[in-house]
C-alpha cells in the first residue's frame, strides 16, 4: 500500500505543472491530426510538363485525363522540344511528358502515339510511384478504347484489395502514429523522472523511508504507465473519429499489447534515468533512442528492408511489435491467436529490459 503514496505523489508533481497538462492531454491531439495528414505515402499534385509533337488525336484525350487528374499538376503543356535537362535543374517540374507520333515498319502512322517519361530521380520513390500513374492511365484510355471497338482481351488481370480496398495510406499510417505517440511521452516522462529527484535532491529522502528500491521503482513506473494509456486512448479517438479509420478488432487485446510494451519502454526510460546525471543529458538519450525506436520499427519502411546484419536491432525493438498488432487489429481484426507470437517476442523483451533495469536500479539506491 506503501507504494500508492508515492503513486500520488508522481501524479501530484506533474498535474500541478500547467504546462504539462498541456503537453499529456492537448499536444498528443494536435499530433496526431497534424502528422495523420502529413505522415502520409500517397503522392498527389506531381508538378509535370507536357510536350505534344504528336498529331494523334488519341494524344490529346490522353493529355485531357492527365490534366483532370487530381494526381498531377501540369505546369505547362508545350509543342516543341525544348532542354528537358535544364527544366528540371530548375526544379519546377519532376516528370515531363513527350508524345510522338508513333509509326510502323511500313512507315503507316500508328493509332496510339509513342509516350516517352523522362523523370527526376532525386525522389526515386516519388518517380517510380509517377511513373505507374502514367502508365495506368495510358492503359486505362487504351483498353477502354480497344473495348469500345469491340475488341476483347481473352485474358485480363484483376486485382482484388483486402482490408484498405481503398489503398488510403492512412488507414496504414493512423494506428502506427498512436504507437508513436504512445512511445514519445512515456518515454522523455519517464525517463527524467529519477533524474528529477538527483537534481532537486529528494532522492535521499525516498531512500531513506520506509519505501523498498523495488516500490520507488514501480512508484516512478506506474503513473506513467496509467498516463500512456490515456495517451492511446486519446490517439485512438482521435484517428477514429477524425480519420474514420475502421477499428475491425477488439481494443482488449490493444491494451494487453500495450501494457506489455509499456513495462518494457517504461524500463527501459528507468534505466537512462539511472544512468543520467541531469534531465539534459536524459532527454537526450531519450530522443536518440526514441528516433531509433522508430526508424526500426516498420513505420515508415517495411522490416524486410532492414539490412540482414541489423534486423537483429528490429528484432529486439518492442515498437515494432506493437505497430504491427495495432495496425492487424485496426485493419485485419485479428484475434490474439494471430498474433500471440509477437505478444510473447514483446514479453520476453520486457522480462530482458525490466531485469536489467532493475538490477540496475538497486545497484544505485545502495551506493
Same mark, same amino acid.
Given at each position: ?63 485531357? $485525363?492527365?490534366?483532370?487528374?487530381? @494526381? ?29 507520333? %508513333? ?183 531519450? !530522443? ?23 534486423? !537483429? @536491432? ?18 485485419? %481484426? ?6 500471440? $507470437? ?26
Amino acid at each position: 500500500m506503501r507504494v500508492f503514496y508515492l503513486l500520488r505523489k508522481e501524479l501530484t508533481e506533474i498535474f500541478r505543472q500547467r504546462e504539462m497538462l498541456f503537453i499529456i492531454f492537448v499536444a498528443p491531439v494536435i499530433q496526431t491530426v497534424i502528422l495523420g495528414y502529413v505522415v502520409t505515402t500517397d503522392i498527389k499534385n506531381i508538378p509535370v510538363e507536357i510536350v505534344n509533337l504528336s498529331k494523334n488525336k488519341s494524344t490529346q484525350r490522353i493529355i485531357n $485525363r492527365i490534366e483532370s487528374s487530381p @494526381l498531377f499538376d501540369v505546369k505547362r503543356v508545350a509543342n516543341q522540344p525544348e532542354d528537358y535537362v535544364a527544366e528540371f535543374k530548375r526544379g519546377r517540374v519532376r516528370s515531363i511528358i513527350i508524345f510522338r507520333d %508513333g509509326y510502323d515498319i511500313k512507315h503507316k502512322p500508328l493509332n496510339y502515339p509513342e509516350i516517352q517519361i523522362l523523370m527526376d530521380g532525386i525522389d526515386s520513390n516519388t518517380a517510380l510511384i509517377a511513373a505507374g500513374y502514367f502508365n495506368g492511365i495510358t492503359k486505362k484510355y487504351i483498353l477502354e478504347d480497344i473495348a469500345r471497338k469491340g475488341i476483347k482481351f481473352p485474358l485480363e488481370s484483376r486485382s482484388l484489395i483486402r482490408f484498405n480496398p481503398d489503398l488510403n495510406s492512412i488507414n496504414y499510417m493512423g494506428p502506427g502514429i498512436v504507437a508513436l505517440l504512445l512511445t514519445i511521452i512515456s518515454m522523455f516522462l519517464t525517463s527524467i523522472a529519477l533524474v528529477r529527484e538527483k537534481e532537486q535532491q529528494t532522492m535521499d529522502t525516498l531512500l531513506i523511508s520506509r519505501l523498498t528500491p523495488i516500490e520507488i521503482y514501480v512508484g516512478k513506473a506506474l503513473p506513467m504507465a496509467f498516463l500512456g494509456l490515456i495517451e492511446m486512448g486519446i490517439g485512438i479517438l482521435v484517428v477514429l473519429l477524425v480519420f474514420r479509420i475502421p477499428l475491425r478488432g477488439n481494443l482488449l487485446y490493444l491494451l494487453l499489447a500495450a501494457v506489455i510494451f509499456l513495462f518494457a519502454i517504461l524500463s527501459y526510460a528507468l534505466l537512462i534515468s539511472t544512468l543520467c546525471t541531469t534531465q539534459q543529458q536524459a532527454l537526450f538519450f531519450s !530522443w536518440f533512442s526514441m528516433v531509433t525506436f522508430l526508424m526500426l520499427s516498420g513505420l515508415f519502411t517495411p522490416v524486410e528492408n532492414i539490412p540482414t546484419p541489423f534486423r !537483429w @536491432l528490429a528484432d529486439i525493438n518492442p515498437l515494432r511489435y506493437l505497430i504491427k498488432i495495432i495496425r492487424e487489429i485496426f485493419l485485419k %481484426g485479428n484475434g490474439i491467436s494471430y498474433f500471440s $507470437r509477437d505478444l510473447l517476442i514483446m514479453g520476453g523483451i520486457t522480462v530482458v529490459v525490466i531485469s536489467f533495469s532493475l538490477l540496475n536500479f538497486k545497484r544505485l539506491v545502495s551506493k
